[in-house]
């Protein structure tokens, strides 16, 4: 992985975007041209830190987290881990050690937020969200969701695989919103009539390891649930992530029994959801917990 080269590729596929972004950007900055150059500087630069953090899991050099992480307000929601800087500088020669390597495949920066969609290699190949919030340039918060990968899927499309370009920057907040009412309205049960509305008849691309392609395929894979007697719940939205097209919803819930995050990101086309993937990781128990943050 090479920062420089991913940022540069970053920062290039969004070239086409910036007209387009005027709008967008009026939120927190004067709508003008101007602003433009500055907002995606930033946004690059925060992009830079957080790949530089995840490469030093490979190298184990602790210079970015050093300089990118706040030594004394990192709050850790992974569960399984200590909070502050410390346990992940402490983690690093272990994970030099057990050959960790790490894929970043997208990107989405939406204020403070940067959320990563990649591929972890550590005691085999994970699918794994990362979301870092930024206070002052530097890293103070941290939540992620990983999901063991695997090969062959209904849908024939990888866990990962798909578009990376973001498009529509100016349509971001609209499909934020979209994005937030399906979950709400479909996922969490809200007013699952409203389905079809969604979607552009049975054109839906899914990365969901177990569902098939199409609303026909997510329709097949929900009632094989319920003839497993298999339960499946999402209770409530805790984060909406979004940059043009991609939208990133962290959501809380129930599978098979246990206690779930679910991480789903929707991509967004002609005002209808095109595209689906998904981590899904069982939450630990109290017992088993390193730290007392909320997983949320």
Do not use: C
Request: aromatic fraction near 10%; avoid cysteine; charge should be negative.
């Amino acid at each position: 992985m090479n920062i420089e080269r991913y940022i540069n590729h970053y920062y290039n596929k969004h070239q086409i975007n910036k007209q387009r972004s005027v709008h967008y950007l009026s939120n927190d900055q004067k709508n003008s041209k101007e602003d433009l150059p500055m907002t995606f500087n930033h946004q690059n630069e925060l992009v830079r830190k957080t790949i530089a953090v995840l490469e030093s899991f490979e190298s184990g050099n602790p210079e970015a987290i050093t300089a990118y992480v706040h030594p004394d307000q990192y709050i850790q929601h992974n569960q399984a881990l200590l909070d502050g800087r410390e346990t992940m500088l402490g983690a690093l020669d272990h994970l030099k050690g057990i050959g960790t390597k790490v894929s970043i495949k997208r990107a989405l920066v939406d204020g403070n937020y940067v959320a990563l969609h990649s591929v972890y290699h550590f005691h085999g190949p994970k699918i794994v969200f990362d979301i870092f919030r930024f206070e002052d340039g530097l890293i103070v918060e941290h939540w992620d969701n990983l999901q063991e990968m695997v090969e062959k899927t209904p849908s024939n499309h990888s866990m990962i695989d798909g578009p990376v370009t973001i498009k529509d920057i100016d349509k971001t907040e609209a499909n934020k919103a979209f994005v937030k009412s399906y979950v709400e309205n479909i996922l969490l049960g809200n007013n699952p009539d409203l389905l079809a509305s969604y979607f552009d008849g049975d054109t839906y691309i899914q990365h969901s390891p177990h569902i098939a392609d199409g609303l026909s395929g997510l329709h097949a894979a929900l009632q094989a649930l319920k003839e497993k007697k298999v339960e499946f719940q999402y209770t409530h939205v805790h984060q909406v992530i979004g940059q043009g097209d991609f939208v990133l919803t962290v959501s809380e819930g129930q599978f098979d029994g246990q206690h779930t995050a679910f991480y789903d990101l929707f991509r967004v086309q002609d005002g209808k959801i095109a595209e689906h993937w998904d981590v899904i990781e069982a939450i630990l128990p109290e017992e088993k917990r390193k730290n007392t943050n909320s997983r949320f």
